[in-house]
C-alpha cells in the first residue's frame, strides 16, 4: 500500500468517527459542502490531510441519505 492509500484509509476511518459525533445541524453543513470547523481542524491537527477528511466525509454523507447542491 503506498502512502496515498494508507492516507485516504485513515482519512476514511476519521471522517466515519466525525460523523458519528456529529450533531445534525453539521450534518446539514456536509451535505451543502460546509465542514464544522473545530472538528476540521482538530482532525488536521491530528497528522490527517483536510482534502481526504473533506472528500471522506462527503462519502459519509452520501451514504447517510446523500450531498445537497
Not at 45 to 56: C, L, P, T
Amino acid at each position: 500500500m503506498n502512502d496515498q492509500n494508507a492516507l485516504r484509509l485513515a482519512a476514511h476511518g476519521k471522517a466515519e468517527q466525525m460523523w458519528a459525533t456529529m450533531t445534525k445541524n453539521e450534518k446539514v453543513g456536509v451535505r451543502f459542502g460546509m465542514f464544522p470547523a473545530a472538528k476540521m481542524q482538530a482532525a488536521v491537527s491530528e497528522g490527517h490531510d483536510s482534502k481526504e477528511i473533506a472528500v471522506a466525509l462527503m462519502n459519509c454523507a452520501e451514504k447517510d441519505g446523500g450531498m445537497r447542491a
